[in-house]
């Protein structure tokens, strides 16, 4: 067994367990996911062995390549974004979907977990740098996307909101973007509408995760921090 991914583990949750701490929190009140787009099974079966209880990955089609290889219960998150025509391959083996945007999918959502006979867990991703690369609502479309979604699809359960931040030198200049997240997130929050709870804010990737905990994230996607650099060509 390679240890690097172990150690990685070690290294990442000591962090965690700081930044939690600083803002009232424990370890055990995060979720971490170690995100395994282009890890191999071996490694993704290793770094599980060494704790790992979620697992997220940003295609469809990997999710269904590598579920039945993947040894324990895991919790598996679709973290990337999700075409309509792909809900059907994983409606039935996710656990929580971070990136849902938009009506068409919401809708599609509905359809096929009410077919697989089970409420779906969402997550509503959010644009809130408004990179034209990035998908998400923007801030001034999430209450009324909550309230269509929290009344006509009664098969989707929201638990929160995922964000990313821009890609900046400086995790630093990203708190302010994790801050409005976390705001938004409370606003929802206090519309009380049925279905949508606010209980996850998933944000905070390797370069930024700590400065995410601090302002209230309590889901973190870590990849290149446990894996290493990702290998695209593989
Ligand atoms: C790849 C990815 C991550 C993890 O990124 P790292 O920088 O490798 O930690 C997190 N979230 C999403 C949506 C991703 O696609």
Redesign the pocket.
């Known amino acids: 067994m390679s240890s690097y991914i172990a150690e990685n583990l070690k290294d990442i949750n000591q962090n965690i367990k700081v930044n939690a701490n600083r803002s009232g929190r424990e370890l055990s009140d995060i979720v971490l996911?170690a995100?395994t787009?282009t890890v191999d099974e071996d490694k993704i079966n290793e770094a599980i062995e060494c704790g790992v209880t979620d697992i997220?990955e940003?295609k469809p089609q990997e999710i269904v390549r590598k579920f039945e290889h993947i040894r324990g219960n895991v919790r598996w998150h679709l973290?990337?974004s999700l075409q309509t025509n792909k809900v059907k391959y994983i409606i039935d083996k996710v656990d929580l979907i971070?990136?849902l945007d938009r009506e068409g999918l919401a809708k599609e959502i509905d359809k096929r977990a009410k077919a697989a006979g089970k409420v779906m867990d969402c997550l509503v991703q959010i644009n809130i740098s408004h990179e034209d690369t990035k998908h998400g609502l923007d801030e001034s479309e999430v209450e009324n996307f909550m309230r269509m979604v929290s009344s006509t699809c009664p098969n989707i359960r929201i638990r929160g909101l995922?964000g990313?931040a821009p890609f900046v030198e400086n995790p630093e200049e990203s708190r302010i973007y994790f801050k409005k997240i976390k705001e938004i997130s409370l606003k929802i929050e206090n519309l009380n509408m049925q279905g949508v709870y606010m209980d996850y804010l998933s944000m905070g990737?390797?370069?930024d995760?700590e400065i995410a905990l601090q302002e209230g994230s309590n889901m973190v996607?870590?990849?290149?921090?446990?894996?290493g650099k990702?290998n695209y060509a593989v």
């Open positions: 996911i995100v787009k997220g940003n973290i990337g971070h990136s995922m990313m990737m390797s370069n995760y996607r870590i990849g290149t921090a446990i894996f990702r």
